[in-house]
């Protein structure tokens, strides 16, 4: 009797478990360096009081009636630059975070917004995190004296889509809202 064939046998499965420890350990590895791009959430407040933890929702993305509610005050409201129309001012807002000018984005947000993530530095370690490499933006929809222009932002995990809504008070714009949803089409 000859052992080639058992010798065979013996090389084949090891072989096999070793291709099973070198895939394992690559999902493993995949599944660990995944978890570790995006932060988890944090007790951040969000723009409805509530902490985000508990809500599920991202820091920065207000969710529920009390979001809707806030009344516009243009005395405390992000104000849009002089000459600039809402439409250059979003673009700006998404070249910022592309250029990682994130201090500068978290100005142009709305006050309610700043607040929501507690300084420039918080948000810019979330936003960050995020990898956004582009936007596309949608036309603007004006109803009277408020224009509201989606914006969707391009990360490796998913498309991140906000809507913006600006206001006109004689001369000046303003920005009363930035809420999670909408549509870029």
């Known amino acids: 009797m000859s052992d080639a064939p058992r010798n065979s046998t013996n ?6 478990v070793v291709a099973v420890v070198v895939l394992a350990a690559g999902i493993g590895y995949a599944i660990w360096n995944n978890s570790q791009s995006v932060p988890p959430l944090s007790s951040t407040a969000t723009d409805t009081g509530t902490d ?23 005395a405390t409201a992000t104000k849009v630059p002089a000459g600039t129309t809402p439409e250059e001012f979003v673009k700006a ?22 607040q929501s993530y507690g300084d420039a530095a918080a948000y810019e370690a979330q936003v960050k995190a995020y990898g ?28 991140i889509t906000y809507t ?22």
């Open 132 to 159: 956004i490499t582009g936007y596309e933006m949608g036309a603007p929809a004006e109803n009277g004296d408020e224009v509201t222009i989606a914006a969707t932002q391009v990360t490796p995990q998913m498309p």
């Open 93 to 114: 807002y998404h070249e910022a975070i592309v250029a990682g000018k994130y201090a500068d984005a978290y100005e142009m947000l709305p006050l309610a917004k700043q």
């Open 52 to 74: 985000a933890a508990a809500t599920g929702a991202m820091p920065g993305a207000a969710t529920g009636a009390a979001a809707t509610s806030a009344e516009f005050d243009p």
């Open 164 to 185: 913006w809504t600006l206001k006109k008070v004689g001369d000046q714009w303003y920005v009363v809202s930035r809420e999670m949803g909408g549509s870029t089409n």
């Open 11 to 16: 090389t084949l499965v090891i072989v096999l």
